[in-house]
């Protein structure tokens, strides 16, 4: 079987390629990514020389090139998981989600239905809960809460969600969905909360929380979102969406405090070192208070657990970045100055 991951030198798409590659050697994985800043071919560095794996460079957005390697692959499934990803920079250039989140899923989804030979064969749509839009205190999304996405990015997310459906009703296509709570975890690029703090607490920089640090996430380890897409990739059922989550919710500022915590007595600084870089900052726009996912689907039909308890990823987490210092000096030089600036500077 022939599978094409796209995004897969991203954050989460180089743990579910190394999932596959490793565990399945009967299949063959080739990975499609355009290589932006959020991708980072040094994600798969234990893995690139294994004969099941293959790297290909390109734009999903360039639809002669997706076309012209769909002829020529013949894949049997797609695991899409390329995109712009994260929320702040959705609202400085919304049109960049547009172009990568949905006119790309659909140039995908295009090349796949008129050049799969396989009935067997499906796509499988990597997406977030951030497209059910915002919880209140109690409450949490199901696979049936209606769509009400308020940032770009989850606007573009559930954009794409809607033409993988579409495709799936309207010319039959099999394909599954699966929307899942926040992640952490090794190889996480640090304009994110939990890398970015874990960060700027080593390099004694102040930890911007925004607002009150009152929003709450919901936050699943990263090889534990990769497990749930073997899993629905493997049993999940056609046409079918499942929600993944870690039951795991933190307020922004305790998950913080926590992080702190970890940080100083890993680092040897004496308690209370790294609280005292906590800053509270101008609110992100548009912020949704809570997200928090019911995963009961996708436990009880198809028998997916998550496998570690929080404050264990995130010491793992933390001794990751701790040990990968030339991986953090690498993704924080050059533009990501820029986009620091940008974001912080004036907040
Ligand atoms: P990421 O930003 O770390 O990685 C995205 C990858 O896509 C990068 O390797 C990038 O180079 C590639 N890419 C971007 N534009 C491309 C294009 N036009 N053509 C080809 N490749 C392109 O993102 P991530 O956090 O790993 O998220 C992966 C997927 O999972 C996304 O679809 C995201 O919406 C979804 N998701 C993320 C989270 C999370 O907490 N990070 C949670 C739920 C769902
Ligand atoms: O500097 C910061 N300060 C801060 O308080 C940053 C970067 C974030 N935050 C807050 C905003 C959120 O409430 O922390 C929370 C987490 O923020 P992010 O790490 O930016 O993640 P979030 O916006 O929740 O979205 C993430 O989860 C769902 C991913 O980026 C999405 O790709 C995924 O779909």
């Not at 172009?99 to 659909?106: C, L, Q």
């Not at 040897?268 to 995963?295: C, M, N, Q, W």
């Amino acid at each position: 079987m022939k599978i094409l991951i796209t995004g897969g030198a991203g954050f989460i798409g180089s743990h579910v390629v190394r999932r596959f590659v490793n565990t399945y050697p009967e299949y063959q994985i080739v990975n499609l990514d355009k290589l932006t800043y959020a991708g980072n071919l040094e994600n798969l560095t234990d893995i690139e020389a294994k004969e099941n794996y293959t790297f290909v460079k390109g734009d999903i957005v360039d639809q002669s090139f997706i076309e012209d390697l769909f002829e020529k692959e013949k894949f049997d499934c797609v695991v899409h998981l390329a995109a712009e990803s994260h929320v702040d920079r959705s609202i400085s250039n919304p049109l960049e989600f547009v172009m990568t989140n949905v006119v790309g899923t659909v140039n995908l989804l295009n090349a796949f239905k008129t050049h799969r030979t396989n009935p067997d064969g499906f796509f499988y749509h990597v997406s977030t809960d951030e497209v059910y839009g915002e919880l209140g205190d109690s409450g949490k999304f199901k696979e049936t809460t209606p769509y009400d996405p308020n940032s770009p990015y989850s606007a573009s997310k559930a954009s794409s969600d809607h033409f993988v459906r579409a495709y799936h009703v309207t010319y039959g296509l099999p394909v599954k969905l699966s929307n899942c709570s926040n992640n952490y975890g090794s190889h996480h690029f640090p304009e994110k909360l939990i890398p970015l703090f874990i960060n700027n607490i080593q390099n004694n920089k102040p930890l911007p929380v925004y607002g009150k640090g009152e929003n709450v996430r919901d936050w699943l380890f990263v090889e534990d979102h990769a497990s749930a897409i073997d899993t629905i990739f493997h049993k999940g059922t056609n046409g079918e969406t499942y929600n993944i989550g870690g039951n795991n919710e933190w307020t922004n500022i305790a998950l913080v405090k926590l992080l702190c915590k970890l940080m100083d007595s890993k680092l040897g600084r004496p308690k209370g070192t790294a609280e005292e870089l906590i800053s509270y900052v101008k609110d992100r726009a548009g912020h949704d208070f809570r997200y928090a996912i019911d995963s009961t689907k996708l436990m009880t039909n198809i028998g997916w657990r998550p496998s570690l308890q929080f404050e264990e990823g995130l010491s793992k987490t933390i001794d990751w970045y701790l040990k990968n210092e030339e991986w953090l000096n690498h993704v924080t030089s050059g533009a990501y100055m820029d986009y620091y600036k940008e974001q912080y500077e004036e907040r």
